[in-house]
Each structure stands twice: as C-alpha cells, then as structure tokens.
C-alpha cells in the first residue's frame, strides 16, 4: 500500500523559498509513476503545483513555472518542491500525491506552510 | 491550460435525496475527469476516475458520467457521512487542473 508523507518547516519568511519533501513507502518510485505536489489555501480550492516523473521528466504549473522546482531523489525515495520569492499568497496546505496514470491517488496528509515574517 | 467550470459551488441537500454536480471543461478532454471527496482538514480523496469508473472501496451510491466537455457527478442517495467538498479534475495534457469544487450539506 502506497503511502506518502510531506515534511518541511511550517513557516517561512517572505521572499525566501519554501522547500518540502515528500517521502514515499509501500512502492520504490524508481518503479514507475508521476508523483505531484498540489496546494490548497486556506478556505480555498486545490491548486496544482508541478509533477515529475521517476525518470526526472518535470511538468509545471503555467503561473508558477518561473519559481517552482521539483525534483526526485530515488536513493531516498523521495520527492521534493522548491518554491522561491514566497509571499502571503503562498500560506497554503500542500499535497504531495501519486499519479499512477491520469489521477492523484493516494495523497499525503497535508502540511500547512504559512509565509509570515 | 484547461479551464474547469464546477457547479453548484455549494448545495443543501435531505438525507436521502439524489445530489448532482457538474463540471464543464474548457475543451475535449475525452474522459480523462476524475471526482474527489475532501472532508475537513483531510486530504482528498478519489471517489470516480475517468469520468465513471468508481475507485475500489467508494460505495456505489457515488457514479460519474459524461464525455468531451460536460460531466456530471451523482450521489443516488445522500447520507450524513457524504458532508464534504467535491472537486472534479481533469489531466489531458499533463497540466492538470481542478474545478472550484461544491459544498454539500445536510438541509
């Protein structure tokens, strides 16, 4: 059974860059997969993020491409998301989730990242 | 990128009652749209994938129909435990983008 975890600090400065982890176990990702990150503001609808496919191919989010980057480290089996120059509007609870052929399933628990000084 | 409209964005619904949901694509996504479930403070949750196939372990009540561009999502019977936020979402093109999603609660 697949199972993912976020991690990362829960609160981050403006300007600096907001950067999580995502571990995977129940499945080794080098198998195969997209893995993503999706976001969700407070109150707020599901935003996604960028996904990346084990063998490294990236896929971004058109109004977020200029300061998102997401990578893999398969040693470790995880992924992970950098998201640089935050700002208020990026306090959000964000996902990490599996993408086995067209759907997020399963998805992590969530961590709330607050962007305040 | 696709844009999703959703609606109602919420809903009031009696136990018992038949609850729809519609979802309409930018443009053609085949039936490459898929149906979760968000309960507070828990993640999503897949209920119906590819328009209408119900994930493993979702109780049949929940169903999901259409092609192209307009889908539609049905609870044939409300229960209690259906209170939640249900979004649809569509990956065509390795851009996925969800809908603004819908509020149901019990009336």
């Known amino acids: 059974q697949v199972q993912l975890q976020e991690s990362g600090p829960g609160l981050v400065k403006p300007s600096e860059t907001l950067s999580l982890t995502c571990t995977v176990s129940?499945?080794?990702?080098?198998?195969?997969?997209?893995w993503g990150w999706i976001r969700q503001p407070p109150g707020k609808g599901l935003e996604w993020i960028a996904s990346?496919?084990?063998?490294?191919?990236?896929y971004y989010n058109p109004s977020l491409k200029s300061r998102v980057s997401i990578s893999v480290d398969t040693s470790k089996n995880q992924f992970s998301l950098k998201l640089s120059s935050v700002t208020a509007a990026d306090t959000a609870v964000y996902y990490c989730?599996?993408?086995?052929?067209?759907?997020?399933?399963?998805w992590g628990q969530g961590t709330l990242v607050t962007v305040s000084s | 990128d696709i844009q999703m409209t959703q609606s109602p964005s919420s809903l009031s619904a009696s136990v018992g009652d038949r609850v729809t949901i519609t979802c309409q694509a930018s443009?053609?996504?085949?039936?490459?749209l898929n149906w979760y479930q968000q309960k507070p403070g828990k993640a999503p949750k897949l209920l119906i994938y590819?328009?209408?196939n119900l994930e493993a372990g979702a109780p049949s009540r929940f169903s999901g129909s259409g092609s192209g561009t307009d889908f539609t999502f049905t609870i044939s019977s409300l229960q209690p435990e259906d209170i939640a936020t249900y979004y649809c979402?569509?990956?065509?093109?390795?851009?996925?983008?969800f809908g603004q999603g819908t509020k149901v609660e019990i009336k």
């Open positions: 989730a599996s993408v086995a052929v067209r759907w997020f399933d399963p």
């Open positions: 979402q569509q990956y065509d093109n390795l851009h996925p983008t």
């Open positions: 129940g499945y080794s990702i080098s198998s195969g997969n997209y």
């Open positions: 590819d328009a209408s």
């Open positions: 443009q053609d996504i085949s039936n490459y």
């Open positions: 990346i496919y084990h063998s490294g191919s990236t």
